[in-house]
């Protein structure tokens, strides 16, 4: 039997121990500068955000006002900005940019600065107000909104003189919603001037050794039109996957426009359209087919309980837990692979995502499944979507190797997925082809 002054020895020897031991922690690696700020990070984590071209042209049944209108053509009799914000809501949409006063000069609100404006119309008889009634509609769901203002004003050649701006993301050169199938984050503000004409190339890619973190924003209309045209159709399902994959799937946003009819709703076809392909996004990505397979990369920071293992890209957090190498490995050979069941997974979609609050890094990668390269590409970022030319295969290894790296890459998350709407029919079983052979 052991007596109380034994204890009290053991005890006071521990808490010695545990005092003159301090725990090593491995410190996050550096970050790459230059970096996104938070409201940057928050603005890229939406994806697709809504636009809503809405004014006089909706009513002239054109694209390009004159300016000459007449506010009384103004006249939205059904207006309902709570249909809006449903619409969005059930596509995952969490902001709304309303085009407050586009190139034709007539505001959306009554201003205290001119005529022209909805106090000149009809619709409830000059009083009202389409921001504040879009605002009011959009608080209790949480979405936030923001507003469009054109600069070039048709009706009042006052405005439009002497900009100056420093905006925190940059429209992406198209209106196709396409990104560059390199595209960085980075870029240098300096070389985009209006005066002097911008490069629409430079603006689709960006710039690997730009000095300002300046996102890009791919734009592009449900239908043909940026404004409501009863002639016209939204765009099928397939085209809108297309553009998602080339949008948020090139580390951009997707602005998508879905312009509100003379009536003031947002049209049945356009609202049955965006519920199809809010559907057929979380059917594709609401499963990772990797989520149990075994991971292990070429070395980890740390070692083995730093924080840092290839583990992190297979949690729920996309951005702010990752695997990051050693400092010291060999910069040509960063790979991370992962190992399925005996039966393998059929899939035809790679996600990567990168951890870019600590800056965007890799500049080149290849994908392998059972040894063979499937998919090769240039920049990652928040997100590279692969979605496989050759439809979908069925492996039970995949492996991606970062050729070329602004340092070490840090990768946030890993995902393989099955698109059933991209060539579904198509499966291939590749030959089995040991690791080591990669």
């Not at 709304?96 to 001119?114: E, R, V």
């Not at 689709?204 to 000095?211: E, F, I, L, R, V």
């Not at 085209?239 to 049209?267: H, K, M, Q, W």
């Not at 991209?422 to 082809?433: D, M, P, T």
Request: aromatic residues 10%.
């Amino acid at each position: 039997m052991f007596s109380r002054s034994f204890y009290a020895t053991l005890l006071f020897s521990l808490v010695q121990l545990s005092i003159s031991t301090p725990q090593i922690v491995t410190p996050p690696p550096l970050p790459n500068l230059p970096l996104p700020s938070y409201s940057q990070l928050k603005w890229q984590q939406r994806e697709v955000i809504m636009f809503l071209h809405f004014g006089v042209n909706t009513f002239n049944d054109s694209e390009w006002g004159t300016g000459n209108e007449n506010p009384a053509i103004f006249n939205p009799t059904g207006l309902n900005t709570a249909q809006w914000v449903d619409t969005a809501v059930e596509a995952g949409v969490s902001l709304m940019i309303l085009t407050a006063k586009h190139h034709d000069g007539l505001c959306l609100w009554p201003s205290k600065y001119t005529d022209h404006s909805v106090i000149g119309s009809p619709w409830q008889n000059g009083h009202g107000d389409v921001i504040r009634e879009l605002v009011k509609a959009a608080e209790p769901w949480g979405v936030d909104v923001g507003l469009y203002l054109s600069p070039w004003d048709r009706h009042d050649q006052r405005y439009g003189h002497d900009q100056e701006s420093h905006p925190n993301v940059r429209w992406v050169g198209d209106e196709k919603g396409f990104a560059g199938e390199t595209c960085w984050s980075t870029i240098n503000r300096t070389s985009l001037s209006i005066e002097d004409g911008i490069d629409l190339g430079y603006l689709n890619t960006g710039d690997s050794k730009g000095t300002d973190w300046l996102l890009a924003e791919c734009d592009v209309s449900i239908r043909t039109g940026w404004f409501w045209h009863e002639s016209e159709s939204p765009k099928k399902l397939k085209e809108l996957l297309e553009i998602y994959y080339n949008s948020v799937g090139r580390n951009c946003l997707l602005l998508l426009n879905v312009p509100p009819n003379t009536t003031g709703l947002i049209s049945d076809k356009d609202v049955q359209r965006l519920r199809e392909f809010r559907s057929a996004i979380d059917t594709i990505f609401g499963t990772n087919l990797a989520e149990k397979w075994y991971v292990n990369a070429s070395s980890q920071r740390g070692g083995e309980g730093g924080g840092f293992g290839p583990e992190n890209v297979l949690d729920s957090d996309h951005l702010w837990t990752y695997w990051a190498p050693r400092n010291d490995q060999d910069q040509e050979d960063y790979w991370i692979e992962f190992k399925g069941t005996d039966d393998g997974v059929g899939f035809n979609v790679v996600r990567i995502q990168e951890a870019i609050a600590l800056g965007q890094r890799i500049k080149r990668h290849e994908i392998y499944v059972d040894g063979d390269r499937i998919a090769s590409g240039t920049t990652v970022g928040y997100k590279k979507l692969h979605r496989l030319k050759m439809g979908a295969v069925h492996g039970y290894t995949v492996k991606i190797r970062i050729k070329e790296s602004r340092g070490v890459p840090l990768v946030s998350s890993v995902g393989l997925h099955f698109d059933p709407f991209w060539q579904s029919s198509s499966l291939s079983r590749r030959r089995h082809v040991p690791h080591e052979q990669v």
